[in-house]
């Protein structure tokens, strides 16, 4: 096991603030000098890491996707039955929306600001999602293979579906502040869930 050095772990605290600071500010609205300033470094020191803004915009993007697989991704793959795996991707992303990240979940924000505006950001951004539903397509389709899910189920609309629920949790937790936003969601997937099993 190799020991981090001292310009790993530099430029992985900077990664980590600017990861958190981005759910909140997007990426557009984090600057170099608010980023600098909150972690004590000065302007030139943080250029030392990443030699530009769109540079560190990228990188935040690969750090907020290792920090999604560890969180919602690798979890969901341990669970073994189909049902219960698609119930952990589904509690681990409100937990990462909800909990994990300061402003909500940082691909939301970003897809927002990006989604028109060509460029090395959008198209990660893209490259992320389109692996994102195919990973939920592909959770569905395991269940309609274990005999869970109705054998007809269209399991791209079943990921557009579930990407939907995701989203409007997130909008309702963190624009609209519901203090009901998680069960709503919950009561929301249940039916999913429900109009997927096999009958």
Known sequence: ?????????????????ALQLASVVGLEGLT???????????????YAHFKSKDALQLAILEHGANHFVNTVVNPALGAGDPLASLQ????????????KMAGGCLFVTAIVEYDDRPGAVRD?????HRRWID??????KRATS????????????????????LLGFNQARRLLRDP???NRAHRAFARLLADAASR
Do not use: N, P
């Not at 170099?32 to 030139?44: E, F, N, Q």
């Not at 990660?124 to 992320?128: P, T």
């Not at 274990?146 to 939907?164: C, E, M, N, Y």
């Open 1 to 17: 096991m190799t020991t981090a050095t001292k310009g790993e772990r530099t430029r992985e605290t900077i990664l980590e603030e």
């Open 32 to 46: 170099i000098g608010t980023l600098a300033s909150r972690l004590g470094l000065s302007k030139s020191g943080l």
């Open 88 to 99: 952990t991707i589904f509690t681990s992303w409100l937990d990462w929306s909800g909990q």
């Open 124 to 128: 990660l951004l893209v490259a992320f």
């Open 135 to 140: 990973f939920l397509a592909g959770a569905a």
């Open 146 to 165: 274990s005999g869970r899910f109705r054998a007809d189920l269209d399991a791209t609309q079943f990921a557009h579906d579930f990407q939907s629920i």
């Open 180 to 182: 009901d936003a998680e």
